[in-house]
């Protein structure tokens, strides 16, 4: 389902809040989708970026699929040679509770510090460098419990647009980088990035992006409850260490919703537990929006206030000059 509320606050601003499954779209066919409807609003005056042209129809037979697919397969057996951990109980009843979140605006100074120190690590790939932030920012929380994990894994969701989708609902074509950084790499920020990186480019050398497409595309038929009960029993119950993404830039060139100047804009995943946290990245009016969330009490006060510190810290926010 999708679901579009307004709250009006009493200093006169309203938050708009677009909620929906999944399953029908995914977050940048979200931001397709209030581009649409503020276009609509103007009577097709607001442009909306094109859609891709149909692809050819795929004739490759189930053996030619599984053959492609092999090598992520692959990927997730070395993924399971080290074991991983996260935040939240391991229990599905005590990691359970309503989803919460903190989110902090950087300002221009401080979201100018963050790009440059990304640069320093890379001019054109910017997810090795965030996703080893928000690495180190988990692995913060672990160290004051006492108790750090032999790795930390998280798979990162590369978001495409769907070839031939006729409007901005079903947009819902991901890719997952699988990322896994053992207990040495976390020591340094420095070390962190270089592991990502250099699994990031193992991920598009060997093809694992087209490898997780195929993998997918044999799984389509699978009913999503049998899908979801293997890839449980293959991952021994926990299928990340925590939720990341960045999502760029929302709804590039929608300055204005139905007439009101847009502020700022986030994300909100509302994703299961375990793991039961996450670390959200995006940008709006040249500002990095930055999300904490969490399921239940999967971290408390404390601890998101260390998460915060090593998060802000690595990326370079706390320090204009970086």
């Known amino acids: 389902r999708l679901r579009l509320v307004l709250v009006e606050q009493r200093d006169g601003r309203a938050k708009l809040i677009l909620s929906w499954s999944h399953l029908l779209v995914d977050g940048k066919g979200a931001e397709l989708l209030l581009q649409a409807l503020d276009s ?22 189930y053996g030619q699929l599984w053959q492609s697919a092999r090598a992520m397969t692959w990927r997730f057996e070395a993924l399971r040679k080290h074991a991983f951990d996260c935040l ?46 928000s690495m180190r920012a988990h692995d913060e929380v672990f160290a ?22 006729a409007g901005p609902l079903f947009q819902n074509h991901l890719v997952m980088f699988f990322g896994q950084c053992l207990r040495g790499d976390l020591e340094t920020l420095d070390g962190t990035v270089a592991s990502l990186a250099a699994q990031h480019q193992q991920f598009l050398r060997e093809g694992l992006d087209k490898a997780f497409d195929d993998l997918m595309r044999m799984m389509r038929p699978v009913p999503s409850g049998l899908y979801l009960r293997f890839v449980n029993w293959r991952m021994k119950g926990l299928l990340n260490s925590f939720f990341h993404s960045d999502t760029g830039e929302f709804a590039p060139g929608l300055s204005s919703f139905l007439g009101a100047r847009v502020a700022t804009a986030y994300h ?16 709006k009016h040249g500002r990095l929006v930055l999300s904490l969330c969490w399921r239940g009490d999967a971290v408390n006060a404390a ?4 998460m915060w510190q090593r998060w802000l810290d690595d990326l370079g926010a706390n320090d204009s000059g970086a």
Do not use: W
């Open 268 to 283: 909100i995943p509302g994703f299961c537990s375990p793991p039961g946290t996450g670390l959200f990245v995006n940008e």
């Open 144 to 165: 004051r419990r006492g108790r750090r994990p032999d790795s930390l894994m998280c798979s990162v969701p590369v978001q495409t647009r769907k070839k031939g989708a």
């Open 88 to 133: 939240a109980p391991r229990d599905p009843a005590r990691a359970s509770g309503p989803l919460r979140y903190e989110v902090r605006v950087l300002d221009e100074s401080a979201t100018a510090a963050v790009k440059r120190r990304s640069r320093r690590f890379s001019e054109i790939v910017n997810l090795p460098f965030q996703l080893a932030c």
């Open 40 to 61: 609509l609003h103007a009577g097709g005056a607001c442009s909306i970026p094109a859609l891709d042209e149909p692809g050819a129809p795929d004739t490759r037979h």
């Open 303 to 306: 601890e998101r206030a260390a």
